[in-house]
Structure formats: structure tokens, C-alpha cells
């Protein structure tokens, strides 16, 4: 019996060369156990949250219904994997075990190198199969440029529509019961991306036209065009329900259609739009090759000045920024966006991260962890890298020092997205919603009949400490003493 083993960051069957491979040998090596195993070390991980699971779990609904319509059945197991693989290898014999290479938390290396050595033990034959082109040990690393002219050629399989029940397994022991599963801790969130392949189509076939490639440039950046206006494709590609491969032929097909459509001038235009999303995409294949080669990223400084310093937590600060009461109207919005929906624009990340590390001086660790738990794409390879870079603890010269005043009204000028997600304000008219003289101490009849308090002051002066934290960071990075311990909190002014 071979294994073709879905993990947390592999739930498909399209574009699924494990999935290929085990079809493909099943005569020589024996027919093919779909296992899904739902494991309790990693579900208890502080960075697990309920909506991830949820999420898992309809897709896991989903991916089953696939299986069962080309003839096989999806196992579901609770338990640690090496426990659950050695348990069906007792009972019925496994020759393979096919999978994806995950490049994910320290848990699930750990968890891999374990199941390696015990298969290896065994005489079992273990094909973790590359994804997104990051290269492991001594592979040589790909360039983007070249990896996307492989990807654009690569044949993606679909095995929906096929009869392959011959090539399928019973399963030697019965699925688990779900309400034997653990549940992650959290509450799920009512507004998050929906789990499935169908939910990520229906995405890909709205994103991946050329009216939405032509204007995503302009419409990224701003929370009240980019729910509508990026491809949202981040939490599936997460959890592997897309490959990327098939996102690079969706951009492919769509410059091809340009192509014929328009002049010389024009498509050398839309070229450049449709580059400005793929650098995005080879930023997300750089973020996870450097966590590939260095997975301690996840609780250790990039820069060895930044080890033991800012690492003192104010409660308050992290509270307020959590909550969405600091006293800034961009930033309170975003979070309590983030708490309903689990998405936020890369922007937007950017600025909420760089208010939570910079302005309030708070430690990268408690900053990431909270934000890896509220977001439906959280992805640790990418999560970790990036929040140190915004955390301004790599050597990347640029910092993400932004000014949250002035970035809310660049990109929420009339305050729309502001009053949808901060009830407290909702009678102020327009740009008055970026006057802290007009937000501090106010009260919508609205929401006082919901039982909001009245929204606070800015608890910071966020020039100074923007300024502070520039000069601070530039000092870590030099061996110099830092100029003050964190800012102190403003007087409220009610």
C-alpha cells in the first residue's frame, strides 16, 4: 500500500505530482491511501488558531468529495503522524509514502525529520515532492525569472472526471470522528475566506482577467479597493489548494490574451501591471526559500544586534493595539477588521506591524504571534520573515517606520473604511475622522446603544516615537546604546 499523505500546506489534487506519482506506480508498488492526519502537537501550536482549522476542515470536506468521485476515499486520523503511519504500516504493509515538502513551523520540520528516519527504518520509501521551487540542502537555489518560465510550461494534472477507483485503497482502519479531534483555540471568524478549491477558483477566474491585472497596481494599497482589487489568492496558496504554478499560467494566459488585444504601446504597459503582481509573488518565493534555510527565524532574531534587545513587553500598549483602542483611527480599523475577517492588505499589515514594533516599541515575538493566529493566510515561512523585515530586524536598508496618521488619509481620505470598522466614530462626517481633536472622547449614538465606551485618545505621540525608533533601530544595528527604554503613554484627554 502507498500513502499519498496531505499536510497542513498541500490540500489538493490538482497540480498534485505526489497525488501523480502514487497513480502512476500504483501496479508496482500498490494501490493508494489518501490520509489527511489531524495532529494535536501542532493543532495546541500558539500559532494555530480555530479559524485555521475550520478552514482545514472544509477543505478537507471538499478534498474528500473530490477523492470519492475518481473512485477513492480520504482517511482522517487524530493522533501524531509517525504514531499514525507506524500503526497503519503494522496493519497492512506500506511500500510509499508520498507527499509535498513543506517549508512550515519548527513543529512540522521536526515532525518531518522524525517520520523520514522512521520510514527509512522501515524500508519505506519517502518522496517529499519540491513546491514553489525552494530548494532543501545542497539544491542549487533557482532564480525567479527561470522558475517562472519552468512553471509556465509545467503540464498541471487534474484528475477530476477520471476513473481511478482500481488504483485506490480500502482503508485498513476506519476515519477518526471529528468530535475526536481537538479544537484549536480561538473562536472562528465570521467574515474569513471560505475553504475549498471552488472558493479559490471563483477568485482566480474574477482576479485573473486583464481589467483586474491593469488596475491592481493602483488598487492594492488602499483597504477600500483592495478587498476587491488584489487576487486574495494568499490564503489558498497557504494552505496548498493552489500551486503557484497554476497562478504563474493564469498571468501567462492573460498577458497572451493582451497580447492580441491590444497595440504595441498599450501591452508594453499592461506587461509592466502584470510584472508588478508576479514581483509579488517572487518576494513570497523569497520569504519562504530564507525560512527553508533558516527555520529559527521563527523565534530568533535575523540580525544577532537585535538578541536581547526590545524585548520588554508594555501589556497596555499590546492590549490597546489588539483591541483596536490606541488611539489611531488607521490602526484601531485595521485590527478590528482583521478580528472579523482575517485579511488585511499588504499595506495595511505593514503599517499595523510597523505601529505595534516601532511607535509602541513592543517585541517582534508577542507582534507576530498574535497577528500569525488572526490571519486566514498565515503562512510561517512568509509571516516570520516578513514581520522581522518590518520589524526592521534584517539587514534590509529601508525601514517600515510609516506615519499611521498620514497613511490613513492617503488611503482612507473620506474615512470610509474607518467608520465601517470603528462604530464609535460613525457620525463624523469625512475627513474629520483623522482629527484626533474631533475622535478623542467621541461617542455615536450608534454606538453607545451597542455599549462601546468612548473612542480614547492617541496613546503615543506618533512622530516622536516614529523618529525614536528610526534613530534606536540604526543604533541596535550599530552596537550603540539605545536613547530611551519605550515611549511613555500621552495624558488621555477625557
Not at 488607521?330 to 499588504?346: E, F, K, Q, S
Not at 450608534?446 to 465606551?453: C, D, L, N, P, T
Request: proline share 6%; charged share 25%; with cysteine.
Amino acid at each position: 500500500m502507498q500513502i499519498l499523505w496531505f499536510k497542513q500546506r498541500n490540500l489538493r489534487l490538482q497540480d498534485s505530482e505526489p497525488l501523480f506519482f502514487a497513480m502512476k506506480e500504483f501496479r508496482r508498488s500498490g494501490p493508494v491511501l489518501p490520509v489527511f492526519i489531524h495532529e494535536p502537537s501542532i493543532i495546541r501550536q500558539p500559532d494555530m488558531a480555530r479559524q485555521h482549522q475550520v478552514f482545514t476542515r472544509e477543505t478537507l470536506d471538499e478534498l474528500a468529495a473530490d477523492i470519492r468521485s475518481i473512485g477513492g476515499e480520504l482517511a482522517e486520523y487524530v493522533g501524531e503522524a509517525l504514531d499514525v503511519l507506524a500503526s497503519l504500516h503494522r496493519k497492512q504493509r506500506i511500500t510509499k509514502i508520498w507527499t509535498h515538502r513543506e517549508t512550515s513551523q519548527n513543529v512540522c520540520f521536526d515532525r518531518d525529520r522524525k517520520v523520514r528516519a522512521w520510514a527509512r527504518d522501515q524500508g519505506i520509501d519517502l518522496v517529499e515532492v519540491e513546491q514553489d521551487g525552494i530548494a532543501r540542502g545542497s539544491q542549487p537555489k533557482e532564480s525567479f525569472p527561470d522558475y517562472f518560465a519552468r512553471a509556465v510550461q509545467a503540464e498541471l494534472r487534474d484528475p477530476m472526471g477520471k476513473d481511478l477507483a482500481e488504483r485506490f485503497a480500502q482503508l485498513p482502519v476506519p476515519s477518526c470522528n471529528r468530535d475526536d479531534i481537538p479544537a484549536a483555540s480561538g473562536e472562528d471568524k465570521p467574515l474569513r475566506p471560505k475553504g475549498g478549491r471552488r472558493a479559490a477558483v471563483e477568485l482566480m477566474n474574477r482576479f485573473f482577467t486583464i481589467p483586474a491585472l491593469q488596475a491592481y497596481p493602483k488598487v492594492l494599497s488602499s483597504p477600500n479597493t483592495a478587498w476587491d482589487g488584489c487576487s486574495r489568492m494568499s490564503t489558498y496558496l497557504a494552505a496548498g489548494i493552489v500551486s503557484d504554478r497554476e497562478i504563474f499560467q493564469r498571468v501567462d494566459s492573460v498577458v497572451t490574451q493582451a497580447r492580441h488585444q491590444m497595440n504595441d504601446r498599450d501591452f508594453e504597459a499592461f506587461q509592466g501591471k502584470a510584472r508588478f503582481y508576479l514581483d509579488r509573488m517572487a518576494w513570497r518565493r523569497d520569504y519562504i526559500q530564507t525560512f527553508e534555510y533558516r527555520p529559527e527565524l521563527e523565534h530568533t532574531p535575523m540580525l544577532d544586534a537585535f538578541k536581547g534587545v526590545r524585548e520588554e513587553v508594555n501589556e497596555e500598549f499590546l492590549e490597546r493595539w489588539k483591541t483596536g483602542t490606541t488611539g489611531f483611527v488607521y490602526v484601531d480599523a485595521a485590527m478590528r477588521c482583521l478580528h472579523a475577517t482575517g485579511w488585511l492588505n499588504m499595506r495595511l499589515r505593514g503599517t499595523v506591524v510597523s505601529f505595534a514594533t516601532m511607535n509602541l516599541w513592543q517585541p517582534n515575538w508577542p507582534v507576530a504571534g498574535y497577528l500569525a493566529r488572526e490571519l486566514a493566510d498565515y503562512h510561517p515561512a512568509v509571516h516570520h520573515v516578513i514581520h522581522q523585515l518590518a520589524a526592521g530586524m534584517t539587514s534590509f536598508s529601508g525601514l517600515m517606520v510609516y506615519d499611521v496618521v498620514k497613511q490613513g488619509v492617503e488611503h482612507d481620505r473620506n474615512g470610509d473604511f474607518i467608520r465601517r470598522w470603528l462604530p464609535e466614530l460613525a457620525d463624523l462626517p469625512g475627513s474629520a475622522v483623522h482629527e484626533a481633536s474631533m475622535t478623542a472622547g467621541h461617542l455615536s449614538d450608534i454606538a453607545r446603544a451597542q455599549g462601546y465606551e468612548p473612542y480614547p485618545a492617541p496613546i503615543v505621540d506618533h512622530k516622536a516615537t516614529g523618529k525614536l525608533a528610526k534613530e534606536n533601530i540604526h543604533a541596535i544595528r550599530q552596537g550603540l546604546p539605545l536613547k530611551t527604554a519605550e515611549p511613555e503613554p500621552q495624558q488621555s484627554l477625557f
